[in-house]
């Protein structure tokens, strides 16, 4: 029920990679703010389908997001609601 | 010749501050001792966990940086692991082969942002109240940042096992 509501999230296919299209946004795993976008509502990592990522940037922000989660920065998996 | 090294760890909330001051005794000294030296040591203040870690549910995030080599960050690790305040820690390596006569470390604190939240383009809202840092203007503010990807991801020991509670 969760999924239309508020049109909270709503993915549409990218065509190029956020990262190759913007130099200036580097990934960090400290960025949790900047890696969230980049997993669903549950907390867990859009696919690259969907995301647009290029191969080498997608694996960069998988490695990303999974240290932020080590670190408590970003869930394993949805909590609330 | 050392390399750059970046230790991000939580802390437990309301410790008192001789206590914070003695983790950052104990977290620079483990390094020193081995000849390293410190870049920053910055509490980033208290933060929600996304899940909590050993029942804590807002963590202080501490940020150091330092220039070092393996075994520095060998004994920072023991150090943070068998203190009972540090819930957990994560090291990753930012740069290789750096000699610390020539490294500017004035310069290298720059490139700090706490969760890497800069003051953007000096654009809308947020007018950098960090005030001042010379000649930037589309610098390399983000170049000292860590490049995974490339040169593999840069040595990442997520740790402390002994947690895990729920989730
Ligand atoms: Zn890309």
């Known amino acids: 029920m969760s999924t239309g509501g508020g049109g909270k999230k709503f993915f549409f296919r990218r065509k190029v990679c956020t990262f190759c299209a913007d130099k200036g946004v580097a990934l960090d795993y400290k960025d949790y703010a900047l890696l969230r976008r980049f997993t669903t509502d549950r907390g867990r990592i859009i696919p690259r389908r969907i995301s647009g990522c290029c191969a080498k940037h997608q694996r960069a922000l998988t490695n990303a997001i999974k240290m932020a989660r080590a670190i408590a920065l970003l869930p394993f998996q949805a909590a609330e609601d | 010749m050392l390399r750059k090294y970046e230790t991000l760890f939580i802390v437990r909330p309301d410790l008192p501050e001789e206590q914070m001051a003695k983790v950052k005794e104990r ?55 068998v203190h009972d305040d540090v819930l957990r820690f994560i090291t990753v390596k930012l740069g290789d082969r750096i000699d610390p006569a020539t490294f500017d470390m004035e310069e290298d604190r720059k490139g700090i942002f706490p969760f890497n939240i800069k003051p953007r383009e ?38 402390d096992e002994g947690m895990g509670d729920e989730n």
Do not use: M
Request: proline share 5%; charged share 30%; net charge negative.
């Open chain 2, 27 to 81: 977290a620079t000294a483990a390094v020193t001792s081995q000849g390293g030296l410190e870049i920053a040591y910055q509490d980033w203040g208290k933060k929600k966990l996304a899940y909590p870690v050993k029942k804590v549910q807002k963590a202080n995030y501490v940020y150091f940086r330092y220039l070092a080599g393996g075994e520095a960050v060998a004994e920072l690790e023991r150090v943070l692991k």
């Open chain 2, 122 to 159: 000096p654009s809308a809202e947020r007018p950098a109240e960090e005030g001042d840092e010379e000649g930037v203007e589309g610098a390399p503010r983000r170049s000292s940042g860590s490049r995974w990807g490339e040169d593999g991801p840069a040595e990442n020991t997520s740790a």
